[in-house]
């Protein structure tokens, strides 16, 4: 993996995987603080204290990936259209496919309804309210699967998350060959779409 051409990057799958896979402890700090309730010690305020784990490594998550290469293409290649079950596991998968921004919209429309002797019945009245609009990145493979992604703003490389905010203003149109590691959830989107959480995206090699 080369990191020019890395895009996205969880550290903190990569530095799991790595403990797992190796052995290597890191070591750990766990700090406490506590929120707005300060000084207050009710019992029943005690949700308030946080504690938070940092974990140093003596190598470069860069050099985790490499020692990791055996280790990470174990996770099988997704060539078929996924089904994603609702109430199961997640699943791991390798994609290939092209990473673009996409554009949901929020919408309210009022209806009546009526109830009478033949049931009930609903009537959409007016023009649907466009409440909001969110742009996203989704990942779309040749076997039909699209994925959302649910990614972290950090675990980008070079600011390319910025993207989202100039697409369809400074940016006409974002288009990726990508292959990504992909943890894909149980759940479906209102489009019928899969949703993933994005743990390595680089751009594919042409």
Request: charged share 20%.
């Amino acid at each position: 993996m080369s990191f020019h051409r890395v895009l996205y990057l969880d550290k903190e799958f990569i530095s799991e995987l790595y403990e797992e896979s190796t052995g290597n402890s890191p070591s750990v700090n766990i700090t406490k603080s506590e929120g707005g309730n300060a000084g207050v010690k009710a019992l029943f305020m005690s949700a308030s204290v946080t504690s938070t784990e940092s974990k140093n490594y003596q190598i470069s998550t860069s050099k985790m990936v490499k020692d990791l290469k055996e280790e990470l293409v174990k996770y099988n290649h997704l060539d078929f259209l996924i089904n994603t079950e609702l109430g199961y596991n997640s699943q791991y998968f390798w994609v290939t496919g092209k990473m673009t921004v996409e554009k949901t919209t929020r919408s309210t429309q009022t209806e009546n309804v009526t109830i009478g002797t033949s049931g009930v019945k609903t009537d959409k009245v007016g023009e649907p309210k466009i409440k909001g609009e969110e742009q996203y990145f989704c990942i779309r493979d040749i076997n039909g699967n699209s994925f959302p992604l649910i990614a972290s703003e950090e675990y980008f490389s070079s600011n390319v998350s910025q993207i989202i905010g100039l697409a369809g203003v400074v940016v006409e149109a974002v288009n990726f060959e990508v292959k990504a590691l992909l943890r894909i959830l149980p759940a479906r989107t209102s489009f019928k779409g899969g949703v993933a959480i994005p743990l390595i995206i680089e751009e594919a090699t042409t």
